[in-house]
């Protein structure tokens, strides 16, 4: 059994439009990377943080976090070291603390050989999301951990039911240059909501999945539409509005706030007219003089890997 291992850390779209902290899809075109060690001195260390200014201390880092959440679960006498290589960046919407908490545990459960399932890995991974934004929630970690899209049907006791994935399904991912701390762009929605936005909201959750499972693309776009949360989000996010409508009038099935933003997605069947829906999306930022990053991706089925 090897002491070392280099794993790829996808990113994640989370909520997707209607799933607020209960969908999400992990990505294949962006992620990070991170080499994790086995040391025989106890507990972790971060050693290295390449392509970002991230804290160091294990205390201040969700990789730390989730891997001491691990060490405190397992019966393990030493501890590790973790080299974290960021392409995902903070404040995105694309799942950057998520990538780095199960890239983490992933890694140091196969130097392990395994002792943990997948769903207590979720769990170890919540602690990042709790350091990041104040909340443990699973919509990023669990797709990160089991590849495709997840389910969290409930946190208390925690259920993640994985979905399966159209196979000509792809995201068009755009990040307009502000950063959104999810901390932040939580405190801002309102803690209720009506009955007749949980009739919709539930509606649309429920033709989501059954779209999924049916590979009905056109029920997929008719299910990509938040009542509760983006109304107030898209506020934060330079020319949301533009961006969507273009999105849709090129093609893509529906378009959505990715995560807490500044992020936006749009899904596309085909990656002819995800590569439109880019081009279309691009020109709108250009136009307004914001800098961003775009990706198109097609679903990542398999979750954190080694590499
Ligand atoms: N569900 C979380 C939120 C995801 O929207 O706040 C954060 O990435």
Known sequence: MSDEIKVFCPATIANIS????VLGVALDAVGDEMTVRKTSEKGIRI???DGQELPMATLKNVAGVAGLAFLAASDYKGGFEIEIYKKIKAGSGIGSSAASSTGAVWAMNELLDKP????????FSMEGERLASGVAH?????PALFGGFTLVRSYKPLDIIPIPSPNELYATIIHPQIEVKTSDSRKILKTTISLSDGIKQWGNVGGLIA???TNDYDLIGRSLEDHIVEPIRSILIPAFDDVKKTAIQSGA???GISGSGP????FSKGLEIAEKVEQAMKEIYKNIGIDYDIHVSKVNLEGVRKI
């Not at 943990?116 to 769990?123: D, G, H």
Request: hydrophobic share 55%.
């Open 18 to 21: 209607c799933g607020f902290d």
């Open 47 to 49: 050693t290295k943080i």
């Open 116 to 123: 943990f399932s997948t769903l207590e890995l979720v769990q």
């Open 138 to 142: 699973a919509d990023n970690v669990a």
């Open 211 to 213: 779209a999924l499972f």
């Open 253 to 255: 099935l529906g378009c």
């Open 263 to 266: 992020s936006i997605f749009a």
